[in-house]
């Protein structure tokens, strides 16, 4: 066996060496450790709110390398350590994120599902062909509507939702909106309430919901259509009208002429008794308490009066003189602005 060659002198040059290199390590790797520290927690490059789209199955490379993109964060890779060292996992969607948050706010975004929450407002009185005609165009909403929604079956408030949900998903939150609210109010329903069923009671308040915008007006317009029921009097109600002649769109863009009036319809209440066969519109919950809990009064004719509300008669004559002052404030100068 030959000598050894490792001398004591070797060996503590080698242990010099080792030391160095130990050395040189960890302050390499407190540099790093501080470089990425910094990066971490240094305000984003982004001077203004960003948002982001995250799509569903995005991996954390692709949601660092987007964000980057975005110029949210400027080191991908700091972004992408963190998210691999430390628990929660990125979650997919829409994020909107404010000027200047650092890359660890970021993370902490993504990880809380902190998502932006999008609204879908549905007025009162749109026909069912108006309210899909939301649901298609609005922003976020993802899918095919059903065939099956019938007229008078959504309830129209402001709804939210976020990035990526289905719009079947939405209708059927109408829907059920509506489902509850009319089993709120139809307990609450008058005493003597001259109505057969809750079905009848959506068609007149869709009515009253088209007849009338202002609130307090409601349940004595109500009050008047059950009035003429209970003497056999046709509605009379050129809403129905529009809506037979538009087929269901609930808009024109004339006005009603005679031969609108006199044609035959079941949802022509200037030539069918009754109810017609099915809702005109959306009802809100106001024109609904309004049908449920009629004013009590004997009107029988109302009328526009010129400033957006209406102008109510018991008689024919006091409503013929209503009908003529209108007709003479359609003729004045600046009529069309009212």
């Known amino acids: 066996m030959p000598p050894s060659t490792d001398t004591p002198k070797k060996r503590r040059g080698w242990l010099k060496v080792c030391l160095g290199l130990a050395v040189f390590v960890l302050l390499a790797g407190a540099g790093i450790g501080a470089g990425g520290w910094h990066a971490w ?20 490379r692709d949601i660092a390398a987007l964000l980057r993109a975005a110029g949210v964060i400027r080191e991908p890779w700091v972004f992408l350590a963190a998210a691999r060292l430390t628990a929660g996992h990125l979650q997919a969607g829409e ?6 948050l ?51 079956s959504l309830l129209p408030t402001t709804f939210y939702y976020e990035w990526g949900d289905g719009r079947r998903a939405m209708l059927a939150r109408m829907q059920s909106a509506m489902a509850a609210a009319l089993a709120r109010l139809w307990p609450t329903r008058a005493a003597d309430l001259a109505l057969a069923s809750l079905e009848d009671a959506v068609v007149l308040a869709s009515i ?57 319809h079941p949802y022509n209440t200037y030539t069918r008794d009754g109810l017609p066969p099915g809702p005109i519109a959306s009802p809100g919950l106001a024109s609904l308490a309004a049908v449920l809990n009629p004013a009590k009064s004997d009107e029988l004719y109302f009328v526009a009066d010129g400033s957006g509300g209406h102008v109510f008669a018991r008689t024919l004559p006091e409503h013929n003189r209503n009908v003529a002052r209108w007709r003479a404030l359609q003729k004045e100068p600046g009529a069309g602005e009212r």
């Open 41 to 60: 927690t240094r305000p984003g490059p982004h001077g203004k709110d960003e948002r982001v789209l995250l799509a569903r199955g995005s991996g954390a």
């Open 208 to 264: 009253v919901e088209r007849e009338t915008a202002i609130d307090a007006e409601r349940p004595r317009v109500a009050a008047v259509f059950f009035n003429r029921l209970a003497r056999g009097m046709r509605l009379q109600s050129d809403p129905t009208v529009v809506y037979a002649v538009s087929a269901g769109a609930g808009v024109l863009a004339r006005p009603l002429s005679k031969a609108d009036l006199a044609q035959d």
């Open 102 to 152: 650092d890359m660890r706010g970021v993370r902490a975004m993504l990880v809380g599902g902190d998502r932006l929450v999008r609204r879908l407002t549905i007025p009162e009185g749109l026909t069912l062909q108006q309210v899909l005609r939301r649901l298609e165009a609005a922003e976020g909403l993802v899918g095919d509507l059903p065939q099956a929604a019938t007229e008078g």
């Open 95 to 100: 994020y909107v994120v404010p000027a200047g």
